[in-house]
């Protein structure tokens, strides 16, 4: 055995060092999965058809033209696309979205800036799943099932696939569940959970919910340095557009007195309006007033059971499953939830199997049909999670596996 490698039965803490090899297998076999997406695309264009949009907004935003103008969009695709498109890709991200792609800019070209935005997306994804993995107890049988499970797991292939922006939610997301685990974190990192908080809202309609929950449970510790700084970062990402385009926020706001009524969405408004032939927003807006109208109601109860921590958890496949547009994607703001239930080894073996249907369903059938899989992994949670706990996501049987047991798989 090598010096200073971990015996069978020695606990493995959260240092990053003592885990760099299987950082190293993690980054490989998810890059390896990434380069077989590029040569099993028929367009050999992966990682970039949804990205091009978010290129072609920030070109018309740099010019102070309307980024969110159809006729103007796809003036710019058709340039830098391989093949004619026959209509528009248009951004529905507000324009908070434009200061996280300003570096994009100074790029030389679209090549370019979509491989450093794929880059930069994967690297995003590894810190979020290496810090999971430390929040949940780093024992090597929890990084070994986190490498099975992330290599296997659809929505991150289809982010990286399409070149979406779901990683930088995500990235955002973990201080604040961070804080809840940890309230000492709150004075130390109060900066970095407003700012991520506020990084958030580039698609504000998926954690819809999260945002009073969190806002109320910051308020009620007094933590107005988290609050402070999330307001202040929120006014930043809205102001800075402004400077480069004063029209930029009623650009948007006529933009989506449109919104896009037909997409067929992983989400069950979707098949509330599929099923009663709505043409309006009620389908998919029912669920999410509802829900919040429910949480104001039995919210206290809610909370005192699973705890904050794991009651926040619970909340993302809730949210996903009632915003009123989401795609398998950004089903990526599940991992949260997930990581830590992958200590145990029959969920384990659940959400393998559950990964594995996702990969069966084929794609010509429309992103629809994967709205199952967060209300899947909605019931696991509410078993796995343990309910007495009160501070840290904690599911039952995860001190068998602390301790970097040797077990198998």
């Known amino acids: 055995m090598l010096k200073g490698t971990p015996g069978p039965s020695t606990a493995l803490g959260p240092s990053w060092l003592s885990l760099d090899l299987r950082k190293l297998i993690i980054t490989f076999l998810i890059w ?22 978010y290129w072609a907004a920030l070109k018309l935003l740099l010019t ?13 695709q058709q340039a830098y696309w391989v093949e004619p498109l026959p209509f528009a890709i248009v951004l529905y991200c507000p324009p908070l979205i434009f200061p996280a792609l300003l570096l994009l800019a100074f790029l030389p070209s679209f090549e370019w800036a979509a491989a450093v935005w794929n880059a930069s997306a994967l690297f995003c994804l590894y810190l ?22 992330s290599v296997s797991f659809l929505p991150i292939y289809t982010l990286l696939y399409y070149g979406q922006v779901s990683h930088l939610l995500l990235i955002g997301l973990l201080p604040a569940l961070g804080a809840l685990s940890a309230p000492a974190e709150q004075s130390k990192n109060s900066i970095l959970i407003g700012s991520g908080l506020a990084l958030t809202f580039l698609k504000p309609h998926l ?72 043409t309006g927003m009620w389908s998919r807006m029912v669920f999410p007033l509802g829900l919040l109208f429910i949480l104001a109601l039995v919210g206290k109860n809610y909370f005192s ?27 990526v703001l599940l991992l949260p939830l997930l990581i830590p239930l992958l200590a145990q080894r029959a969920l384990f073996y659940v959400l393998m199997i559950l990964n594995g249907f996702l990969v069966l369903i084929p794609n010509d059938w429309g992103q629809e049909y994967y709205v199952w899989y967060p209300f899947c992994v909605l019931i696991i949670g509410v078993f796995g999670l343990q309910g007495a706990d009160r501070g840290r996501c904690i599911p039952r049987g995860a001190s068998n596996y602390s301790s970097g047991d040797s077990s198998a798989i």
């Not at 997406?37 to 028929?42: C, K």
């Not at 367009?43 to 949804?50: E, M, P, Q, Y």
């Not at 929950?213 to 800075?240: A, D, E, N, P, Q």
Request: proline letters at 5%; aromatic letters at 16%; one cysteine or more.
């Open 128 to 149: 979020c799943v290496n810090r999971l993995i430390c929040d949940a107890g780093a024992s090597r049988t929890l990084y070994r099932r986190t490498l099975v499970f």
């Open 32 to 53: 390896l999965g990434f380069v077989g997406l590029w040569y099993l695309n028929a367009l050999k264009h992966v990682g970039t058809l949804d990205f091009l949009q």
């Open 305 to 331: 059971y699973f705890g904050e921590k794991n009651a926040v958890l619970l909340l993302l496949p809730l949210t996903l499953i009632t915003s009123p547009y989401g795609w398998l994607f950004d089903q």
């Open 64 to 76: 102070q033209a309307n980024p969110y103008s159809e006729v103007q969009l796809l003036a710019i």
């Open 207 to 278: 954690l819809y919910i999260l945002y009073p929950v969190l806002g109320f449970i910051f308020l009620k510790r007094r933590s107005w340095g988290v609050l402070s700084s999330w307001i202040l970062c929120l006014t930043l990402l809205s102001v800075i557009p402004s400077f480069l385009n004063q029209n930029i926020w009623s650009n948007y706001l006529d933009f989506m007195t449109q919104p896009p009524i037909a997409w067929k969405t992983p989400t069950i408004g979707f098949w509330l309006q599929y099923m009663n032939g709505d």
